[in-house]
């Protein structure tokens, strides 16, 4: 049986729409910080909304990934931060896996259908990096998507 990278994420997101979904926020010099999100509040959207909900990162300006609002590509990892990548294996079926070449060849084929049972709680992480200061320390964060 073999397995290729899947290249339509509409396909995806599709088939792993029940897995949580988080927030990653990295700032320089501290811990990167994970929260999970409301299960009704889904996508870049819901991603924004934690942001602000949280009221942290006050004043600063964070950058998002446009593929994330295109939902063109979506990370996943495991309980312990390790990527998974979505392949589609002999019976059309979407399927995670771990790879070390970034998502082209799966590191091997378990006989799993979805998601490996040793993953753990698998979650889409929707990461923001700081990039800067605003121009009000006192404002919501500004978000930018590159």
């Known amino acids: 049986m073999t397995l290729e990278p899947v290249t339509n994420f509409i396909h995806v997101q599709k088939r792993f729409w029940y897995i949580q979904c988080s927030v990653r926020v990295v700032v320089p010099g501290e811990q990167p910080q994970t929260y999970p999100m409301d ?3 889904r996508g870049f959207n ?3 909304s934690k942001i ?3 009221g942290k990162w006050k004043g600063m300006v964070l950058k998002g990934s446009m593929s994330d609002v295109l939902d063109k590509y979506m ?3 495991d309980d312990a931060g390790k990527q998974l990548y979505p392949f589609m294996n ?3 079926e979407i399927v995670l896996r771990y790879s070390c070449d970034g998502g082209h060849t799966a590191t091997f084929f378990d006989g799993y259908n979805g ?3 040793f993953a753990g709680d698998v979650r889409r992480i929707f990461k923001y990096e700081y990039i800067g200061q605003g121009l009000d320390k006192d404002d919501d964060p500004e978000i930018t998507y590159l």
């Open 39 to 41: 299960a009704k509040k």
């Open 75 to 77: 990370v996943y990892e």
């Open 115 to 117: 998601i490996p049972p």
């Open 52 to 54: 602000m909900e949280l």
């Open 46 to 48: 819901g991603a924004h």
């Open 90 to 92: 002999d019976m059309n």
